[in-house]
Protein backbone atom coordinates (compact mmCIF):
# COMPACT_ATOMS: atom_id res chain seq x y z
CA UNK A 1 0.00 0.00 0.00
CA UNK A 2 1.30 3.65 -0.53
CA UNK A 3 1.89 6.17 2.18
CA UNK A 4 -0.70 8.03 0.65
CA UNK A 5 -3.51 4.99 0.74
CA UNK A 6 -2.63 5.21 4.23
CA UNK A 7 -4.35 8.40 4.55
CA UNK A 8 -6.78 8.73 2.25
CA UNK A 9 -8.54 5.61 2.35
CA UNK A 10 -12.36 4.90 1.13
CA UNK A 11 -14.75 6.89 3.98
CA UNK A 12 -16.40 3.71 4.57
CA UNK A 13 -13.60 2.15 5.44
CA UNK A 14 -13.07 5.16 8.45
CA UNK A 15 -14.14 4.53 11.90
CA UNK A 16 -15.32 8.27 11.90
CA UNK A 17 -17.77 7.70 9.48
CA UNK A 18 -20.71 6.55 11.49
CA UNK A 19 -20.57 9.61 13.96
CA UNK A 20 -20.37 11.98 10.42
CA UNK A 21 -23.89 9.83 9.33
CA UNK A 22 -25.51 10.36 12.36
CA UNK A 23 -24.52 14.06 12.75
CA UNK A 24 -25.31 15.03 9.23
CA UNK A 25 -28.75 13.29 9.03
CA UNK A 26 -29.47 14.59 13.03
CA UNK A 27 -28.35 18.67 11.75
CA UNK A 28 -30.50 17.96 8.38
CA UNK A 29 -33.49 16.76 10.33
CA UNK A 30 -33.40 19.64 13.02
CA UNK A 31 -33.16 22.04 10.31
CA UNK A 32 -36.00 21.31 8.16
CA UNK A 33 -38.10 21.01 11.65
CA UNK A 34 -37.04 24.74 12.72
CA UNK A 35 -37.56 25.82 8.81
CA UNK A 36 -40.69 24.37 8.90
CA UNK A 37 -41.68 26.20 12.54
CA UNK A 38 -40.18 29.30 10.83
CA UNK A 39 -36.99 29.18 12.82
CA UNK A 40 -33.99 30.34 10.41
CA UNK A 41 -31.60 31.95 13.03
CA UNK A 42 -29.72 29.18 15.31
CA UNK A 43 -30.17 25.74 14.55
CA UNK A 44 -27.85 25.98 11.15
CA UNK A 45 -25.05 26.26 12.92
CA UNK A 46 -25.33 22.14 13.59
CA UNK A 47 -24.05 21.98 10.40
CA UNK A 48 -20.64 22.58 11.33
CA UNK A 49 -20.25 19.21 13.00
CA UNK A 50 -20.12 17.02 10.08
CA UNK A 51 -18.42 19.96 8.12
CA UNK A 52 -15.63 19.86 10.61
CA UNK A 53 -15.60 15.69 11.04
CA UNK A 54 -15.45 15.05 7.40
CA UNK A 55 -12.63 18.00 6.43
CA UNK A 56 -10.74 16.56 9.69
CA UNK A 57 -10.75 13.16 8.60
CA UNK A 58 -11.64 12.60 4.86
CA UNK A 59 -10.01 15.88 3.44
CA UNK A 60 -10.30 16.27 -0.34
CA UNK A 61 -13.86 14.11 -0.05
CA UNK A 62 -15.07 15.33 3.18
CA UNK A 63 -14.72 19.28 1.46
CA UNK A 64 -16.74 17.91 -1.45
CA UNK A 65 -18.75 16.70 0.98
CA UNK A 66 -19.15 19.60 3.31
CA UNK A 67 -20.06 21.18 -0.36
CA UNK A 68 -22.96 19.72 -0.37
CA UNK A 69 -23.96 20.04 2.84
CA UNK A 70 -23.92 23.67 2.56
CA UNK A 71 -25.70 23.93 -0.56
CA UNK A 72 -28.42 21.56 1.43
CA UNK A 73 -28.94 23.59 3.98
CA UNK A 74 -29.91 26.69 1.41
CA UNK A 75 -31.88 24.62 -0.64
CA UNK A 76 -33.60 23.99 2.59
CA UNK A 77 -34.21 27.48 3.34
CA UNK A 78 -35.01 28.59 -0.05
CA UNK A 79 -37.52 25.90 0.03
CA UNK A 80 -39.51 26.91 3.26
CA UNK A 81 -38.90 30.79 2.86
CA UNK A 82 -39.49 33.02 0.15
CA UNK A 83 -38.50 36.16 2.44
CA UNK A 84 -35.26 37.77 0.57
CA UNK A 85 -33.36 38.71 3.62
CA UNK A 86 -33.02 35.27 5.02
CA UNK A 87 -32.05 33.66 1.72
CA UNK A 88 -29.64 36.35 1.53
CA UNK A 89 -28.40 35.58 5.06
CA UNK A 90 -28.78 31.93 4.45
CA UNK A 91 -26.59 32.25 1.38
CA UNK A 92 -23.97 34.43 2.93
CA UNK A 93 -23.98 31.59 5.48
CA UNK A 94 -23.57 29.09 3.17
CA UNK A 95 -20.78 30.86 1.93
CA UNK A 96 -19.03 30.59 5.12
CA UNK A 97 -19.57 26.98 5.37
CA UNK A 98 -17.69 26.04 2.50
CA UNK A 99 -14.83 28.87 3.35
CA UNK A 100 -14.70 27.07 7.19
CA UNK A 101 -14.48 23.71 5.10
CA UNK A 102 -11.65 24.72 3.27
CA UNK A 103 -9.60 26.14 6.20
CA UNK A 104 -10.05 22.91 7.93
CA UNK A 105 -9.08 20.61 5.16
CA UNK A 106 -6.23 22.97 3.79
CA UNK A 107 -5.49 22.28 7.73
CA UNK A 108 -5.77 19.09 7.47
CA UNK A 109 -4.03 18.56 4.00
CA UNK A 110 -0.95 20.07 5.29
CA UNK A 111 -0.73 18.02 8.87
CA UNK A 112 -0.78 14.90 6.20
CA UNK A 113 1.73 15.76 4.40
CA UNK A 114 3.97 17.42 7.04
CA UNK A 115 2.86 13.45 8.60
CA UNK A 116 4.05 12.04 5.16
CA UNK A 117 7.50 13.74 5.00
CA UNK A 118 8.01 13.09 8.81
CA UNK A 119 7.34 9.25 7.93
CA UNK A 120 9.36 9.37 4.97
CA UNK A 121 12.49 10.99 6.71
CA UNK A 122 12.02 8.54 9.54
CA UNK A 123 11.84 5.72 7.23
CA UNK A 124 15.29 7.33 5.35
CA UNK A 125 16.71 7.38 9.27
CA UNK A 126 15.62 3.49 9.79
CA UNK A 127 17.13 2.15 6.44
CA UNK A 128 20.59 3.97 6.85
CA UNK A 129 20.66 2.68 10.64
CA UNK A 130 19.46 -1.07 9.13
CA UNK A 131 22.41 -0.41 6.25
CA UNK A 132 24.64 -0.30 9.08
CA UNK A 133 25.04 -3.64 10.07
CA UNK A 134 28.86 -3.55 11.80
CA UNK A 135 27.58 -1.33 13.95
CA UNK A 136 25.15 -1.51 16.79
CA UNK A 137 22.96 1.17 17.51
CA UNK A 138 20.46 0.96 20.68
CA UNK A 139 17.76 3.93 21.97
CA UNK A 140 16.49 3.97 24.96
CA UNK A 141 14.09 6.60 27.05
CA UNK A 142 15.59 8.24 30.11
CA UNK A 143 14.81 5.03 32.28
CA UNK A 144 16.84 3.31 30.45
CA UNK A 145 14.15 0.90 28.54
CA UNK A 146 15.79 0.09 24.98
CA UNK A 147 13.17 1.65 22.27
CA UNK A 148 15.03 1.10 19.33
CA UNK A 149 17.62 -1.98 18.71
CA UNK A 150 19.20 -2.02 15.03
CA UNK A 151 20.15 -4.31 12.63
CA UNK A 152 23.56 -4.26 13.32
CA UNK A 153 22.84 -4.69 17.45
CA UNK A 154 20.79 -8.13 16.33
CA UNK A 155 23.69 -9.41 14.31
CA UNK A 156 26.08 -8.46 16.85
CA UNK A 157 24.03 -9.13 20.04
CA UNK A 158 22.37 -12.26 18.74
CA UNK A 159 18.75 -10.51 20.01
CA UNK A 160 15.43 -9.66 18.22
CA UNK A 161 14.12 -6.55 18.73
CA UNK A 162 10.62 -7.91 19.96
CA UNK A 163 13.00 -9.69 23.07
CA UNK A 164 14.68 -6.13 24.33
CA UNK A 165 12.75 -3.59 22.77
CA UNK A 166 10.68 -1.79 25.73
CA UNK A 167 11.21 -4.81 28.16
CA UNK A 168 14.94 -4.70 28.45
CA UNK A 169 17.89 -1.84 29.34
CA UNK A 170 21.30 -2.12 28.10
CA UNK A 171 23.04 -3.68 31.26
CA UNK A 172 21.30 -7.20 29.76
CA UNK A 173 24.38 -6.74 27.36
CA UNK A 174 27.45 -5.95 29.55
CA UNK A 175 29.68 -7.61 32.07
CA UNK A 176 28.25 -7.01 35.68
CA UNK A 177 32.10 -6.63 36.56
CA UNK A 178 32.42 -3.80 34.15
CA UNK A 179 29.49 -2.12 35.50
CA UNK A 180 30.11 -2.27 38.99
CA UNK A 181 33.85 -1.46 38.89
CA UNK A 182 32.67 1.83 36.77
CA UNK A 183 29.82 2.84 39.19
CA UNK A 184 32.71 2.70 41.78
CA UNK A 185 34.61 5.57 39.33
CA UNK A 186 31.64 7.65 38.78
CA UNK A 187 30.96 7.75 42.51
CA UNK A 188 34.02 8.84 43.47
CA UNK A 189 34.34 11.26 40.53
CA UNK A 190 30.72 12.71 40.98
CA UNK A 191 30.46 12.60 44.81
CA UNK A 192 27.46 10.65 44.73
CA UNK A 193 25.95 6.53 44.03
CA UNK A 194 25.60 5.98 40.35
CA UNK A 195 24.37 2.31 40.01
CA UNK A 196 22.54 -0.17 37.11
CA UNK A 197 21.95 1.68 33.62
CA UNK A 198 22.94 5.28 35.03
CA UNK A 199 26.45 4.12 34.72
CA UNK A 200 26.45 4.41 31.07
CA UNK A 201 24.73 7.62 30.95
CA UNK A 202 25.98 9.55 33.99
CA UNK A 203 27.75 12.01 31.27
CA UNK A 204 25.26 12.19 28.88
CA UNK A 205 22.73 13.28 31.46
CA UNK A 206 25.13 16.51 31.38
CA UNK A 207 24.50 16.73 28.41
CA UNK A 208 27.83 15.44 27.48
CA UNK A 209 28.66 12.22 25.58
CA UNK A 210 31.42 9.61 26.74
CA UNK A 211 33.31 7.29 24.28
CA UNK A 212 34.60 4.20 26.44
CA UNK A 213 35.85 0.69 25.97
CA UNK A 214 33.27 -1.76 26.80
CA UNK A 215 32.56 -5.76 26.95
CA UNK A 216 29.17 -6.73 25.13
CA UNK A 217 27.42 -10.09 26.05
CA UNK A 218 25.48 -11.62 23.53
CA UNK A 219 22.67 -13.88 24.58
CA UNK A 220 24.66 -16.95 23.68
CA UNK A 221 27.10 -15.80 26.51
CA UNK A 222 30.29 -14.71 24.14
CA UNK A 223 31.89 -11.73 24.84
CA UNK A 224 32.75 -9.00 22.56
CA UNK A 225 35.34 -5.62 23.00
CA UNK A 226 33.18 -2.59 21.98
CA UNK A 227 34.15 0.92 21.32
CA UNK A 228 30.54 2.30 22.57
CA UNK A 229 29.46 6.28 22.53
CA UNK A 230 27.05 7.38 24.38
CA UNK A 231 24.82 10.72 23.74
CA UNK A 232 21.82 12.06 24.83
CA UNK A 233 18.64 12.34 22.67
CA UNK A 234 16.91 15.81 22.95
CA UNK A 235 13.41 17.12 22.06
CA UNK A 236 12.65 20.23 20.22
CA UNK A 237 12.64 22.40 23.47
CA UNK A 238 16.38 21.04 24.32
CA UNK A 239 15.31 18.42 27.00
CA UNK A 240 16.37 15.64 27.28
CA UNK A 241 13.64 12.41 26.04
CA UNK A 242 16.17 9.53 25.62
CA UNK A 243 20.29 8.11 24.64
CA UNK A 244 21.65 6.74 22.18
CA UNK A 245 24.23 3.83 22.15
CA UNK A 246 26.62 3.34 18.86
CA UNK A 247 29.10 0.62 19.50
CA UNK A 248 31.60 -1.53 17.05
CA UNK A 249 33.38 -4.20 17.41
CA UNK A 250 36.88 -3.94 18.12
CA UNK A 251 37.55 -7.79 19.36
CA UNK A 252 39.90 -8.64 16.30
CA UNK A 253 41.68 -5.12 16.64
CA UNK A 254 42.18 -5.38 20.56
CA UNK A 255 43.46 -9.14 19.90
CA UNK A 256 46.05 -7.80 17.32
CA UNK A 257 47.19 -4.61 19.17
CA UNK A 258 47.30 -7.54 22.59
CA UNK A 259 49.11 -9.68 20.00
CA UNK A 260 51.75 -6.51 18.71
CA UNK A 261 52.08 -5.90 22.30
CA UNK A 262 52.95 -9.22 23.30
CA UNK A 263 55.66 -9.36 19.97
CA UNK A 264 57.20 -6.27 21.12
CA UNK A 265 57.45 -7.19 24.83
CA UNK A 266 59.23 -10.37 23.99
CA UNK A 267 61.66 -8.30 20.84
CA UNK A 268 62.13 -5.96 24.08
CA UNK A 269 62.86 -8.68 25.99
CA UNK A 270 65.12 -10.46 23.35
CA UNK A 271 67.39 -6.79 22.94
CA UNK A 272 67.65 -5.83 26.81
CA UNK A 273 69.11 -8.89 27.56
CA UNK A 274 71.00 -10.07 24.45
CA UNK A 275 74.94 -10.17 25.42
CA UNK A 276 75.79 -8.34 22.44
CA UNK A 277 75.59 -4.16 21.89
CA UNK A 278 72.85 -3.38 20.24
CA UNK A 279 72.11 0.38 18.17
CA UNK A 280 69.46 1.60 15.69
CA UNK A 281 70.84 4.60 13.78
CA UNK A 282 69.87 7.33 11.06
CA UNK A 283 71.42 6.40 7.86
CA UNK A 284 71.26 10.37 6.84
CA UNK A 285 72.74 11.53 10.39
CA UNK A 286 74.26 8.43 11.54
CA UNK A 287 73.08 9.34 14.90
CA UNK A 288 72.21 6.81 17.19
CA UNK A 289 68.35 6.32 18.19
CA UNK A 290 68.60 3.12 20.34
CA UNK A 291 70.70 1.58 22.29
CA UNK A 292 70.44 -1.73 24.69
CA UNK A 293 71.77 -2.37 27.84
CA UNK A 294 74.87 -4.54 27.18
CA UNK A 295 76.02 -1.54 24.43
CA UNK A 296 75.84 0.66 27.28
CA UNK A 297 78.22 -1.50 29.58
CA UNK A 298 80.61 -2.38 26.08
CA UNK A 299 81.54 1.17 25.61
CA UNK A 300 80.98 2.38 29.52
CA UNK A 301 77.91 5.17 28.65
CA UNK A 302 74.46 4.92 29.64
CA UNK A 303 71.47 4.24 27.39
CA UNK A 304 70.90 8.11 27.82
CA UNK A 305 74.24 9.15 27.26
CA UNK A 306 74.35 7.18 23.80
CA UNK A 307 71.19 8.12 21.95
CA UNK A 308 72.04 11.78 19.73
CA UNK A 309 75.53 10.74 19.53
CA UNK A 310 77.25 9.65 16.41
CA UNK A 311 78.66 6.06 15.16
CA UNK A 312 81.97 8.08 14.50
CA UNK A 313 81.60 8.95 18.49
CA UNK A 314 82.62 5.56 19.10
CA UNK A 315 86.05 5.20 16.70
CA UNK A 316 88.78 7.25 16.95
CA UNK A 317 89.29 9.93 14.38
CA UNK A 318 91.96 8.19 12.67
CA UNK A 319 90.10 4.64 12.61
CA UNK A 320 87.11 6.54 11.83
CA UNK A 321 88.63 8.48 8.44
CA UNK A 322 90.97 5.85 7.26
CA UNK A 323 88.63 2.34 7.62
CA UNK A 324 85.33 2.57 9.62
CA UNK A 325 83.62 5.51 7.48
CA UNK A 326 83.68 3.10 4.20
CA UNK A 327 82.17 0.09 6.08
CA UNK A 328 79.06 2.60 7.18
CA UNK A 329 78.71 3.83 3.83
CA UNK A 330 78.39 0.44 2.41
CA UNK A 331 75.71 -0.57 4.58
CA UNK A 332 74.29 2.33 3.71
CA UNK A 333 74.03 1.67 0.29
CA UNK A 334 72.72 -1.63 1.11
CA UNK A 335 74.90 -4.29 1.73
CA UNK A 336 75.29 -6.54 4.69
CA UNK A 337 78.72 -5.96 6.41
CA UNK A 338 80.15 -7.51 8.68
CA UNK A 339 83.46 -6.36 9.94
CA UNK A 340 85.95 -8.54 12.54
CA UNK A 341 88.43 -6.99 14.92
CA UNK A 342 87.86 -3.23 14.51
CA UNK A 343 89.06 -0.84 16.92
CA UNK A 344 86.75 1.01 18.78
CA UNK A 345 86.44 3.67 22.18
CA UNK A 346 85.37 3.62 25.21
CA UNK A 347 84.05 6.62 27.21
CA UNK A 348 87.25 6.56 29.30
CA UNK A 349 89.17 6.46 26.24
CA UNK A 350 89.99 2.58 26.34
CA UNK A 351 90.56 0.96 22.90
CA UNK A 352 88.35 -2.46 22.40
CA UNK A 353 88.33 -4.29 19.35
CA UNK A 354 84.88 -4.98 18.51
CA UNK A 355 83.30 -7.64 15.50
CA UNK A 356 80.51 -5.49 13.89
CA UNK A 357 77.55 -6.83 11.97
CA UNK A 358 74.85 -4.42 10.85
CA UNK A 359 72.32 -3.96 8.22
CA UNK A 360 69.94 -2.00 6.30
CA UNK A 361 65.73 -1.28 7.04
CA UNK A 362 62.77 0.73 6.02
CA UNK A 363 60.78 2.39 8.42
CA UNK A 364 57.83 5.05 6.22
CA UNK A 365 60.30 5.61 4.16
CA UNK A 366 63.10 6.32 6.04
CA UNK A 367 66.37 4.48 6.04
CA UNK A 368 68.05 3.28 9.24
CA UNK A 369 70.29 0.20 9.48
CA UNK A 370 70.88 -1.61 12.91
CA UNK A 371 74.27 -2.46 14.19
CA UNK A 372 75.13 -5.62 16.72
CA UNK A 373 78.85 -5.26 18.77
CA UNK A 374 80.69 -7.64 20.30
CA UNK A 375 84.07 -7.51 21.83
CA UNK A 376 86.88 -9.98 20.36
CA UNK A 377 89.31 -12.01 22.62
CA UNK A 378 93.26 -11.66 22.38
CA UNK A 379 93.30 -13.98 19.74
CA UNK A 380 90.80 -12.68 17.57
CA UNK A 381 92.40 -9.24 17.70
CA UNK A 382 96.11 -10.28 16.57
CA UNK A 383 94.00 -12.15 13.91
CA UNK A 384 92.04 -9.28 12.68
CA UNK A 385 95.30 -6.97 13.00
Request: proline share 3%; net charge neutral.
Amino acid sequence: MKLNDQYVKPVFARSHFPILIFTSILSIALCVFCFASGNFIVIQNLIYIPIVIACMYYEKRGFIFSIIMAATYFILVISFTKDPDTIVHAFARTVIFIIVAFSIFSLSLAKRREAEANKEAHAQLKRVIDAATKISIIATDTSGTITMFSVGAQHMLGYLPEEVMGKKTPVIIHLESEVEARAEELAEELGHPVEGFDVFVAYAKQGKYEERQWTYVKKDGKHLTVNLIVTPVKDDSGAISGFLGIATDITERTLAHKAMREVESKFSAIVDNSPDGIIFCEVDTQKIIFSNPAMARLFGYSEKELLGMGVHDLHRPEDWNSFVLSQYESNAAGDIIKVHSIPAVRKDGKIIFVYISSSKFNISGKKYFTAFFKEVSEQNKTEGQ
